[in-house]
Nanobody, 115 residues
Framework: QVQVVESGGGWVQPGGSLRLSCAAS????????MNWYRQAPGKQRELVAT???????NYADSVRGRFFIFRDNNKNTVYLRMNTLKPEDTAVYFC?????????WGQGTQVTVSS
């Protein structure tokens, strides 16, 4: 059974940092394309960051230079380091794993940026 579980969300002041984790079981993160999405209230879910099996990364324009996606194959976990957070980064963040022609989603973790 495949599980994708996010953690690390919370409340942070503008300018602060958070690190989200996405722990996977039943798949191999190192050979998967892993994505972080986010969805703010009243908005569509948007792709934030991607890392593929060769560790190539891609970012949404709104987060490039502030967010960093990386993985630890030994822990089968993908991370999203978020720096210089802004109120507009407030959203539920979802981890998405694409492995062996299947797509798996976590339940999401809330990130709130406010003073």
């Amino acid at each position: 059974q495949v599980q994708v579980v996010e953690s690390g969300g919370g409340w942070v002041q503008p300018g602060g940092s958070l690190r989200l984790s996405c722990a996977a079981s039943g798949i191999i993160v190192g050979v998967s394309t892993m994505n972080w999405y986010r969805q703010a209230p009243g908005k569509q879910r948007e792709l934030v960051a991607t890392i593929d099996k060769s560790r190539s990364t891609n970012y949404a324009d709104s987060v490039r230079g502030r967010f960093f996606i990386f993985r630890d194959n030994n822990k089968n976990t993908v991370y999203l380091r978020m720096n210089t957070l802004k109120p507009e980064d407030t959203a539920v963040y979802f981890c998405n794993a694409n492995y062996s022609m299947h797509s798996y989603w976590g339940q999401g973790t809330q990130v709130t940026v406010s003073s």
